[in-house]
Protein backbone atom coordinates (compact mmCIF):
# COMPACT_ATOMS: atom_id res chain seq x y z
CA UNK A 1 0.00 0.00 0.00
CA UNK A 2 1.44 3.42 -0.97
CA UNK A 3 0.31 7.15 -1.22
CA UNK A 4 0.93 10.35 -2.64
CA UNK A 5 0.67 13.43 -0.37
CA UNK A 6 -2.13 14.48 -2.75
CA UNK A 7 -4.07 11.87 -0.57
CA UNK A 8 -3.54 13.83 2.99
CA UNK A 9 -4.55 16.79 4.27
CA UNK A 10 -2.59 18.31 7.16
CA UNK A 11 -3.54 21.73 9.07
CA UNK A 12 -1.95 22.97 11.79
CA UNK A 13 -4.28 24.86 14.30
CA UNK A 14 -3.04 27.46 17.64
CA UNK A 15 -5.74 26.81 19.91
CA UNK A 16 -7.69 24.23 21.85
CA UNK A 17 -11.14 25.71 20.74
CA UNK A 18 -9.98 25.70 17.01
CA UNK A 19 -8.83 21.98 17.10
CA UNK A 20 -12.26 21.14 18.54
CA UNK A 21 -14.44 23.03 16.08
CA UNK A 22 -12.44 20.92 13.31
CA UNK A 23 -12.77 17.72 14.76
CA UNK A 24 -16.22 18.22 15.23
CA UNK A 25 -16.89 18.94 11.36
CA UNK A 26 -18.66 16.19 10.06
CA UNK A 27 -16.89 13.31 7.86
CA UNK A 28 -15.24 14.02 4.55
CA UNK A 29 -16.67 11.79 1.77
CA UNK A 30 -13.08 10.52 0.69
CA UNK A 31 -10.90 11.29 3.20
CA UNK A 32 -13.26 10.49 6.57
CA UNK A 33 -12.81 12.88 9.88
CA UNK A 34 -10.32 15.17 11.23
CA UNK A 35 -8.36 13.19 13.51
CA UNK A 36 -5.36 14.18 15.63
CA UNK A 37 -1.69 14.74 15.05
CA UNK A 38 0.86 15.33 18.09
CA UNK A 39 4.45 14.07 18.22
CA UNK A 40 3.97 12.20 15.04
CA UNK A 41 6.43 9.51 16.14
CA UNK A 42 4.32 6.58 15.05
CA UNK A 43 2.18 8.28 12.03
CA UNK A 44 5.88 9.40 10.06
CA UNK A 45 6.68 5.39 10.59
CA UNK A 46 3.57 4.70 9.07
CA UNK A 47 3.76 7.40 6.15
CA UNK A 48 6.98 5.65 4.87
CA UNK A 49 6.08 2.35 4.94
CA UNK A 50 3.01 3.40 3.06
CA UNK A 51 0.26 1.78 5.52
CA UNK A 52 -1.24 5.06 6.52
CA UNK A 53 -4.60 5.18 5.65
CA UNK A 54 -5.20 8.51 3.75
CA UNK A 55 -7.19 11.22 5.83
CA UNK A 56 -7.46 14.70 7.10
CA UNK A 57 -5.00 15.59 9.79
CA UNK A 58 -4.90 18.57 12.58
CA UNK A 59 -1.42 19.16 14.09
CA UNK A 60 -2.06 19.42 18.09
CA UNK A 61 1.71 19.65 18.75
CA UNK A 62 1.49 24.01 18.87
CA UNK A 63 -1.32 23.82 21.65
CA UNK A 64 0.30 25.34 24.92
CA UNK A 65 -3.02 24.02 26.55
CA UNK A 66 -2.62 20.44 26.02
CA UNK A 67 1.17 21.09 27.44
CA UNK A 68 2.44 20.86 31.48
CA UNK A 69 2.86 18.79 34.82
CA UNK A 70 0.68 20.40 37.21
CA UNK A 71 0.66 19.35 41.31
CA UNK A 72 -2.38 19.45 43.63
CA UNK A 73 -2.84 17.93 46.94
CA UNK A 74 -5.08 15.18 45.00
CA UNK A 75 -3.18 14.66 42.06
CA UNK A 76 -0.53 14.58 39.60
CA UNK A 77 -2.16 15.67 35.94
CA UNK A 78 -0.09 15.59 32.96
CA UNK A 79 -1.01 17.31 29.62
CA UNK A 80 -1.58 15.19 26.13
CA UNK A 81 1.12 17.02 24.89
CA UNK A 82 3.96 16.29 27.63
CA UNK A 83 6.40 14.23 26.17
CA UNK A 84 8.48 11.20 27.21
CA UNK A 85 11.35 13.64 28.30
CA UNK A 86 9.72 15.75 30.15
CA UNK A 87 8.27 13.06 32.71
CA UNK A 88 11.73 11.79 33.37
CA UNK A 89 12.97 15.42 34.49
CA UNK A 90 9.76 16.16 36.63
CA UNK A 91 11.36 15.17 40.04
CA UNK A 92 7.85 14.47 41.67
CA UNK A 93 6.38 12.60 39.21
CA UNK A 94 9.37 10.33 39.48
CA UNK A 95 9.53 9.85 43.15
CA UNK A 96 5.50 9.42 43.54
CA UNK A 97 4.92 7.32 40.26
CA UNK A 98 8.29 6.01 39.30
CA UNK A 99 7.04 3.20 37.19
CA UNK A 100 5.52 5.88 34.20
CA UNK A 101 9.55 7.26 34.17
CA UNK A 102 10.85 3.49 33.45
CA UNK A 103 8.20 3.36 31.01
CA UNK A 104 9.55 6.70 29.34
CA UNK A 105 12.39 5.54 29.28
CA UNK A 106 11.58 2.00 27.19
CA UNK A 107 10.28 4.20 24.76
CA UNK A 108 12.43 4.09 21.71
CA UNK A 109 15.81 6.61 21.44
CA UNK A 110 16.12 9.51 23.07
CA UNK A 111 15.07 11.70 19.97
CA UNK A 112 11.39 9.51 20.03
CA UNK A 113 10.76 10.54 23.87
CA UNK A 114 11.83 14.27 22.76
CA UNK A 115 8.81 14.20 20.73
CA UNK A 116 6.46 11.50 21.36
CA UNK A 117 3.26 12.62 24.17
CA UNK A 118 1.51 10.75 26.40
CA UNK A 119 -1.56 11.07 25.12
CA UNK A 120 -0.44 10.32 21.41
CA UNK A 121 0.79 6.91 22.96
CA UNK A 122 -2.28 6.18 24.41
CA UNK A 123 -4.27 7.36 21.40
CA UNK A 124 -2.12 5.02 19.39
CA UNK A 125 -3.92 2.55 21.07
CA UNK A 126 -1.57 -0.25 20.64
CA UNK A 127 -1.40 -3.33 23.20
CA UNK A 128 2.42 -3.28 22.87
CA UNK A 129 3.17 0.32 24.22
CA UNK A 130 5.18 0.94 26.85
CA UNK A 131 3.51 3.55 28.83
CA UNK A 132 -0.33 1.99 29.30
CA UNK A 133 0.63 -0.96 31.69
CA UNK A 134 2.04 2.10 34.44
CA UNK A 135 -1.05 3.68 33.99
CA UNK A 136 -2.68 1.02 34.71
CA UNK A 137 -1.52 0.10 37.74
CA UNK A 138 -1.84 3.59 39.17
CA UNK A 139 -5.08 3.41 38.00
CA UNK A 140 -5.01 6.60 36.19
CA UNK A 141 -7.74 8.84 34.30
CA UNK A 142 -7.87 10.66 31.18
CA UNK A 143 -9.73 13.40 30.50
CA UNK A 144 -11.20 14.05 27.44
CA UNK A 145 -12.52 17.96 25.76
CA UNK A 146 -14.86 18.74 23.05
CA UNK A 147 -17.15 21.36 21.96
CA UNK A 148 -19.82 19.51 24.22
CA UNK A 149 -17.73 19.81 27.25
CA UNK A 150 -15.20 17.91 29.42
CA UNK A 151 -15.82 14.11 30.86
CA UNK A 152 -13.28 11.67 32.78
CA UNK A 153 -12.30 8.44 31.81
CA UNK A 154 -10.95 5.31 33.83
CA UNK A 155 -7.66 4.54 31.91
CA UNK A 156 -8.76 0.93 32.73
CA UNK A 157 -12.08 1.24 30.83
CA UNK A 158 -10.58 3.41 27.86
CA UNK A 159 -9.44 0.75 25.59
CA UNK A 160 -12.88 -1.55 24.17
CA UNK A 161 -10.70 -3.36 21.47
CA UNK A 162 -8.03 -3.98 18.85
CA UNK A 163 -7.23 -0.09 18.31
CA UNK A 164 -11.13 0.31 19.77
CA UNK A 165 -11.60 3.24 22.17
CA UNK A 166 -13.88 5.03 24.38
CA UNK A 167 -13.64 8.45 22.16
CA UNK A 168 -16.38 9.58 20.97
CA UNK A 169 -16.27 11.78 18.05
CA UNK A 170 -15.08 15.10 17.97
CA UNK A 171 -13.37 14.51 21.36
CA UNK A 172 -9.96 14.68 22.56
CA UNK A 173 -7.51 13.35 25.11
CA UNK A 174 -6.01 16.45 26.84
CA UNK A 175 -5.20 15.22 30.44
CA UNK A 176 -3.92 12.26 32.13
CA UNK A 177 -4.57 12.27 36.16
CA UNK A 178 -2.98 10.33 38.51
CA UNK A 179 -4.47 10.44 42.36
CA UNK A 180 -2.08 10.68 44.94
CA UNK A 181 -1.89 8.15 47.87
CA UNK A 182 -2.75 9.31 51.38
CA UNK A 183 0.89 10.19 52.99
CA UNK A 184 -0.72 7.92 56.02
CA UNK A 185 -1.75 5.11 54.15
CA UNK A 186 -0.56 2.03 55.70
CA UNK A 187 1.83 -0.78 54.75
CA UNK A 188 4.78 -0.40 52.78
CA UNK A 189 4.52 0.23 48.62
CA UNK A 190 6.11 -1.61 45.50
CA UNK A 191 6.58 0.10 42.27
CA UNK A 192 7.00 -2.94 39.74
CA UNK A 193 8.17 -2.40 35.82
CA UNK A 194 9.29 -5.51 33.79
CA UNK A 195 9.45 -5.00 30.10
CA UNK A 196 10.56 -8.15 28.29
CA UNK A 197 11.98 -7.39 24.11
CA UNK A 198 13.95 -9.34 21.64
CA UNK A 199 17.28 -7.01 23.40
CA UNK A 200 17.48 -4.43 25.85
CA UNK A 201 17.07 -1.80 24.07
CA UNK A 202 14.57 0.23 21.36
CA UNK A 203 12.18 -2.73 21.21
CA UNK A 204 8.71 -3.31 20.78
CA UNK A 205 7.94 -5.59 23.71
CA UNK A 206 6.63 -8.82 23.70
CA UNK A 207 5.45 -8.36 27.38
CA UNK A 208 5.36 -6.12 29.76
CA UNK A 209 4.40 -6.29 33.55
CA UNK A 210 3.50 -3.16 36.04
CA UNK A 211 2.44 -3.36 38.96
CA UNK A 212 1.32 -1.15 42.32
CA UNK A 213 1.52 -2.74 45.74
CA UNK A 214 0.72 -1.96 49.63
CA UNK A 215 1.45 -4.28 51.78
CA UNK A 216 1.18 -4.68 55.85
CA UNK A 217 3.22 -8.56 57.03
CA UNK A 218 1.84 -11.20 55.05
CA UNK A 219 -1.10 -9.82 53.32
CA UNK A 220 -1.71 -7.26 50.38
CA UNK A 221 -3.76 -4.76 51.06
CA UNK A 222 -3.77 -2.93 47.52
CA UNK A 223 -2.33 -4.27 44.73
CA UNK A 224 -2.86 -3.11 40.40
CA UNK A 225 -1.71 -5.24 37.83
CA UNK A 226 -1.19 -3.67 34.31
CA UNK A 227 -0.17 -6.02 31.44
CA UNK A 228 1.06 -4.95 27.71
CA UNK A 229 1.34 -7.12 24.66
CA UNK A 230 -0.95 -10.38 26.29
CA UNK A 231 -4.11 -9.61 24.96
CA UNK A 232 -6.32 -7.43 22.31
CA UNK A 233 -5.54 -4.23 24.15
CA UNK A 234 -3.36 -3.26 27.15
CA UNK A 235 -4.59 -5.09 30.10
CA UNK A 236 -5.45 -4.42 33.81
CA UNK A 237 -5.83 -8.12 35.61
CA UNK A 238 -8.43 -7.40 37.79
CA UNK A 239 -9.16 -11.37 38.04
CA UNK A 240 -5.69 -11.85 39.39
CA UNK A 241 -5.62 -8.76 41.79
CA UNK A 242 -8.95 -10.43 43.64
CA UNK A 243 -7.30 -13.25 43.82
CA UNK A 244 -4.01 -12.45 45.17
CA UNK A 245 -6.22 -9.81 47.98
CA UNK A 246 -7.74 -12.95 49.19
CA UNK A 247 -5.63 -14.16 52.14
CA UNK A 248 -1.64 -14.18 53.07
CA UNK A 249 0.59 -14.39 50.26
CA UNK A 250 1.72 -17.41 50.56
CA UNK A 251 2.89 -20.29 47.92
CA UNK A 252 -0.68 -21.50 48.05
CA UNK A 253 -2.34 -17.63 47.02
CA UNK A 254 0.88 -17.55 44.28
CA UNK A 255 0.29 -20.50 42.69
CA UNK A 256 -3.78 -19.88 42.55
CA UNK A 257 -3.01 -16.28 41.08
CA UNK A 258 -0.54 -17.25 38.42
CA UNK A 259 -3.81 -19.85 37.79
CA UNK A 260 -5.77 -17.30 37.31
CA UNK A 261 -3.23 -15.28 35.36
CA UNK A 262 -2.66 -17.55 32.97
CA UNK A 263 -6.41 -17.58 32.32
CA UNK A 264 -6.75 -13.84 32.37
CA UNK A 265 -4.42 -13.04 29.67
CA UNK A 266 -4.71 -14.03 25.84
CA UNK A 267 -1.56 -13.82 23.92
CA UNK A 268 -0.90 -14.49 20.36
CA UNK A 269 1.51 -15.91 18.25
CA UNK A 270 2.76 -13.58 16.03
CA UNK A 271 6.18 -12.26 14.38
CA UNK A 272 7.74 -11.05 17.76
CA UNK A 273 6.96 -14.25 19.92
CA UNK A 274 4.52 -17.30 20.49
CA UNK A 275 1.91 -17.30 22.79
CA UNK A 276 3.18 -20.40 24.88
CA UNK A 277 6.24 -18.09 25.14
CA UNK A 278 4.29 -15.28 26.58
CA UNK A 279 2.34 -16.82 28.99
CA UNK A 280 4.94 -18.33 30.20
CA UNK A 281 7.48 -15.20 30.94
CA UNK A 282 4.31 -13.67 32.38
CA UNK A 283 3.97 -16.13 34.95
CA UNK A 284 7.64 -15.29 35.49
CA UNK A 285 6.98 -11.80 36.35
CA UNK A 286 4.03 -12.22 38.42
CA UNK A 287 6.34 -14.37 40.78
CA UNK A 288 9.09 -12.36 40.11
CA UNK A 289 6.27 -9.33 41.63
CA UNK A 290 5.04 -11.54 43.87
CA UNK A 291 8.86 -12.34 45.64
CA UNK A 292 9.94 -8.97 45.80
CA UNK A 293 6.59 -7.93 47.83
CA UNK A 294 7.62 -10.87 50.52
CA UNK A 295 10.77 -9.52 50.99
CA UNK A 296 11.56 -7.76 53.96
CA UNK A 297 12.96 -4.79 51.64
CA UNK A 298 11.49 -1.92 51.66
CA UNK A 299 10.85 -0.60 47.67
Known amino acids: MSHNLSDFVAQSVQTLPEALRLLAEPADPSLGPWRPLAGGTDLMVTLAAGTLPAGRYVDIWPLDELRGITVTDQAIELGALTTYTEIRQHAQLMTEFPLLGLAAKETGAIAIQNRGTIGGNIANASPAADTPPALLAYDAELELTSLSGV ?36 GRTVHYYRKVGTRAAQAISKVCLAAFARIDGARLLNIRLGLGSVAPTPLRCTRTESVLLSGPLDEALIRRAEATLAYECSPIDDVRSTSAYRRRVTLNLLRELLQQCRSDRRE
Open 151 to 186: RTVAYSQFHSGYKQMDRRPGELITKVRLRRPPSDAP
